[in-house]
T-cell receptor, first 116, second 116 residues
Framework: AQKVTQAQTEISVVEKEDVTLDCVYE???????LFWYKQPPSGELVFLIR??????QNEISGRYSWNFQKSTSSFNFTITASQVVDSAVYFC?????????????FGKGTKLSVIP | GAGVSQSPSNKVTEKGKDVELRCDPI?????LYWYRQSLGQGLEFLIYFQGNSAPDKSGLPSDRFSAERTGGSVSTLTIQRTQQEDSAVYLCASSLRVTEQYQPQHFGDGTRLSIL
């Protein structure tokens, strides 16, 4: 079973629309960390946000917002008023410190295309 | 430089040859990670370094893969007797390692490896 599931493989929206990228995770640890990374066409993975398992507050950063719900093991990402520059592949990732390495387990990614 | 630096950016080699990929982490980052990104497998963890030691090698796919890190800084990933299935983008990431609080990983641009 996948530890991080991003059910949406590809999404297309028209510029200025809002879009939500889904992420569902699976872990037995009580302490863990969740991340979102953006991979634009240039290829570099860009860190967007980190959330630890004890902090369920939603977070907003400009047009980006994140909704973390432990009850449903979800960490969804919403882009408000999307722009063409938001076009990228977005990865959700889980880190479980139990192994000691804090390695990231990534979902398969969601490719977002914002059409002008 | 300010970010994680990887070289070469692209490498094309014949099946059976050995290759070395280099990663120069962000200055002061004690943790270093190698990941592999391929179409079929997505983003996969390979190995983790804390300082010069590698306490987690669990992601290395075979004994043809090895890595070392010297001086707590530069790391080299070596693939011996390359096979076509080794074709992928190899990503390096680094992070601060603070025991009380987990730090996000910052990624380089990757090395695109093509095995002919």
């Amino acid at each position: 079973a996948q530890k991080v599931t991003q059910a949406q493989t590809e999404i297309s929206v028209v510029e200025k629309e809002d879009v939500t990228l889904d992420c569902v995770y699976e872990t037995r640890d009580t302490t863990y960390y969740l991340f979102w990374y953006k991979q634009p066409p240039s290829g570099e993975l860009v860190f967007l946000i980190r959330r630890n398992s004890f902090d369920e507050q939603n977070e907003i950063s400009g047009r980006y917002s994140w909704n973390f719900q432990k009850s449903t093991s979800s960490f969804n990402f919403t882009i408000t008023a999307s722009q063409v520059v938001d076009s990228a592949v977005y990865f959700c990732a889980l880190s479980e410190p139990g192994a000691g390495s804090y390695q990231l387990t990534f979902g398969k990614g969601t490719k977002l295309s914002v059409i002008p | 430089g300010a970010g994680v630096s990887q070289s070469p950016s692209n490498k094309v080699t014949e099946k059976g040859k050995d290759v070395e990929l280099r990663c120069d982490p962000i200055s002061g980052h004690t943790a270093l990670y190698w990941y592999r990104q391929s179409l079929g497998q997505g983003l996969e963890f390979l190995i983790y370094f804390q300082g010069n030691s590698a306490p987690d090698k669990s992601g290395l796919p075979s004994d043809r893969f090895s890595a070392e890190r010297t001086g707590g800084s530069v790391s080299t990933l070596t693939i011996q007797r390359t096979q076509q299935e080794d074709s992928a983008v190899y990503l390096c990431a680094s992070s601060l390692r603070v025991t009380e609080q987990y730090q996000p990983q910052h990624f380089g641009d990757g090395t695109r490896l093509s095995i002919l």
